[in-house]
């Protein structure tokens, strides 16, 4: 969907681990959410391959 493109393979897997590891944190949150834990939904976007730090 982004159709990201990164600078040699190193990269790529560093990102695709940080894209499962929020991919996943977004899914605990959305359970959460379906019990009516809290009030919104998260999805993954063009910021799930970053650490938290690069976006903010």
Do not use: C, T, W
């Not at 977004?26 to 809290?38: D, F, P, S, T």
């Amino acid at each position: 969907e982004h159709k990201k493109v990164y600078e040699n393979d190193v990269e790529d897997k560093f990102r695709m681990k940080i894209y499962a590891e929020n991919k996943h944190k977004i899914a605990k949150h959305n359970q959460k959410y379906e019990k009516g834990l809290v009030s919104y939904r998260l999805k993954p976007n063009k910021y799930s391959d970053m650490l938290h730090h690069e976006f903010v």
